[in-house]
DNA sequence: CAGTATCCTTCCAGATACTG
DNA sequence: CAGTATCTGGAAGGATACTG
């Protein structure tokens, strides 16, 4: 009785069309939604991890995103084994935004000035820009696996067969590791500084194979496609 | 020094994350914004058409979103040959939302009830949820277009070198013409009605090779991928 | 920890009137 | 025709205090 306000199915404002993208946006569309997907693309969360993670939200906020995204299949709550909360994921529905939020988030690396000086920041913003960086089209033809720290997130891309996964964790024996903050990560992802410059003035680290790190690179969208010489 | 409620550039609410999501969102993430993107998507337009083709966004508000698409470097406004009023279009920037905003239009039409009867429909979504359903990955490998006319807008896809193409007007030699109104057609995208049933109950009409019609539909992912036998 | 309840502010829809 | 400006009720969002 006490959610009428702004959760009662189906009378909440709808664009009204008949189209993909609409009803689309009548799930997803509203402030912060996308951005509670976006934290659980990255893994499962808790109530108050997720708080933590989508500054400025407020709790009722969150707490009604929580419950409609439930409503829509897109989220699943389950209770967690030690009896205490529950723990929020993904439904295989709500998987399914994946590419396409990754398109966004790349987009979103391409706006001009897309940051400010005091803007938050997470270290899985970095996973999600490497996710959303990695070029289909560029897969190396050498099987390897890069490594990422990224504040103290840690994970790693997986090359193997010209095909690509994304880890959490580190990876046994990567042919190139990379330690930095979220920030300089972001910067990169976004076209503001080179990696070789960031390494240049030491806000990343690196380790390993130089060609992985050109390899990678490439893979990322940092460096032109193929055979192309350095002007 | 009228617009300062509403549209103070770079005064808007931002989220403040140092995320390319986050950023994407800060410009195109609010009410209307993306839809208005959708139309442009499809087709330059002038400022009555949008209006027409978003029923129910108010003209004060595809106002001011125009306004601020055009600040972003989204939307650019052009002048008319005949020096009356101009026309919108996106830029080389706005048109790198389309393969996201694809992505949302394909997830959206897997919503389980994404529509309601009384939505507005518009012709050239059906454009969009052709392009939507396109599988990258199930290319016919026999070069040839197929024709589209939902209600009045015509447009076609043309298969070459297993490269796609969507196109508007007419297609000179269309292996398969398909005649239908815009709702059996986005009923069709969104599996509510298989392209054969559409048939059967007169909602749709076809003309040509009836082969050309089951490579049509596997492109569209309405059939069962390659060689999968019917059960 | 995981949310509710409350209060206040901002945004949005719709109507309408106005300008070049 | 192609917009811009203004107004108003109502809905959504934000901050914070509170509860099981």
Redesign the interface.
């Known amino acids: 009785m006490a959610n009428e306000s702004g959760a009662r199915a189906g009378e909440r404002r709808?664009?009204?069309?008949?189209?993909?993208?609409?009803?689309?946006?009548?799930?997803i569309?509203e402030?912060w939604t996308?951005?509670i997907v976006?934290e659980l693309l990255v893994g499962p969360q808790r109530y108050n991890e997720l708080l933590h993670n989508l500054?400025?939200i407020g709790t009722n906020l969150l707490a009604e995103r929580l419950r409609w995204l439930t409503r829509?299949?897109v989220v699943r709550q389950h209770p967690r084994s030690n009896g205490k909360g529950h723990i929020y994921e993904l439904t295989a529905?709500g998987e399914?935004?994946r590419?396409?939020?990754l398109?966004?988030?790349?987009?979103?690396?391409?706006?001009?000035h897309?940051?400010?000086a005091?803007?938050?920041?997470?270290p899985q913003?970095g996973v999600?820009?490497v996710e959303?960086l990695i070029r289909r089209d560029q897969i190396p033809e050498v099987d390897e696996s890069y490594e990422f720290l990224v504040d103290d997130q840690l994970f790693h891309i997986v090359v193997k067969d010209r095909r690509i996964a994304v880890n959490q964790a580190g990876a046994e024996h990567a042919a190139l590791r990379v330690s930095t903050d979220?920030?300089t990560f972001?910067d990169i992802?976004?076209g503001r500084i080179s990696p070789f410059e960031a390494v240049a003035t030491r806000r990343l680290s690196l380790e390993g194979d130089p060609e992985a790190l050109t390899r990678c690179s490439r893979l990322l969208g940092l460096l032109p496609a193929e055979s192309a010489r350095a002007s």
């Open positions: 709808r664009y009204g069309q008949y189209c993909g993208l609409a009803a689309c946006l009548d799930v569309g402030r996308l951005l976006r500054p400025g829509q299949g529905f399914g935004l590419e396409p939020i398109g966004l988030a790349r987009w979103g690396l391409s706006v001009p897309p940051f400010s005091e803007d938050e920041i997470r913003w999600l820009a959303a979220a920030k972001v992802g976004s």
